[in-house]
């Protein structure tokens, strides 16, 4: 079993829908990462948590630290937003990421 | 603007041959690391580093070899490229933060093809 899963694997969404994607995961963490990769590009880092809930624009992020489970959530959905989103947790002393497979998102306008 | 950079977006390479991908960060980072990410696979730790001239395994170092010279430059070595290898490598470097975990920041990736 994957010490991360994300779920959905594959979203597909209308231009203005609220999107969720969630990320659980298995071991101890002191954070945990959202990731966005556009296709064909590089990895761009959106959220870093540890409690809580975090908004920029559109976008917002929240952790469960006692169910070890967070969401990233997309309000009014724009096809700009199609991308990789990939959840990682922040474990060990030298904090390595442990990566989820990664959410892809198509968004229709 | 602070930044992670590649060498090269795109490289193609002959089965034998040494390859050599090139990162550079000028955050001042100690850590710094390579990936490679494959479809249904995702991201896996090829390996890294936490200082000049150390380095550690990570997952899946097989094939692969890497120098640390100098801090700011993290080189990933294929000794004898071969066709499995043919994948997108992302680097990344990390700090930690005054919140008591590491800030990340990752390249554009090297999409390498083995032919």
């Known amino acids: 079993k994957n010490e991360v899963e994300q779920s959905p694997q594959n979203l597909t969404a209308q231009e203005g829908e609220f999107i969720t994607i969630n990320c659980s995961y298995s071991?101890?963490?002191?954070?945990l990462h959202w990731l966005q990769q556009h296709p064909g590009g590089g990895i761009v880092s959106l959220f870093m948590?540890?409690?809580g809930k975090k908004k920029h624009g559109r976008l917002i992020a929240t952790i469960n630290i006692q169910e070890k489970h967070s969401s990233l959530h997309i309000t009014a959905s724009h096809p700009r937003d199609s991308a990789v989103y990939i959840c990682?947790?922040?474990?060990?002393?030298?904090?390595?990421?442990?990566f989820g497979k990664g959410t892809k998102l198509s968004v229709k306008p | 603007d602070v930044k992670v950079t590649q060498s090269s977006r795109y490289l193609v390479k002959r089965t034998g041959e040494k390859v050599f991908l090139e990162c550079v960060q000028d955050?001042?980072?100690?850590?710094m690391f390579w990936y490679r990410q494959d479809p249904g696979l995702g991201l896996r730790l090829i390996y890294f580093?936490?200082?000049?001239?150390?380095?550690e395994k990570g997952d899946i170092p097989e094939g692969y070899s890497v120098s640390r010279e100098k801090k700011e430059r993290f080189s990933l070595i294929l000794e004898s490229a071969s066709t499995n290898q043919t994948s997108m490598y992302l680097c990344?470097?990390?700090?930690?933060?005054?919140?008591?975990?590491?800030?990340?920041?990752f390249g554009s990736g090297t999409r390498l093809t083995v032919v």
């Open positions: 948590l540890s409690s």
């Open positions: 990344a470097s990390s700090a930690k933060t005054g919140l008591g975990y590491y800030g990340y920041t």
């Open positions: 071991v101890g963490i002191s954070a």
């Open positions: 990682a947790v922040e474990g060990g002393s030298q904090g390595n990421l442990i």
């Open positions: 580093s936490y200082d000049v001239k150390m380095k």
């Open positions: 955050m001042d980072h100690e850590n």
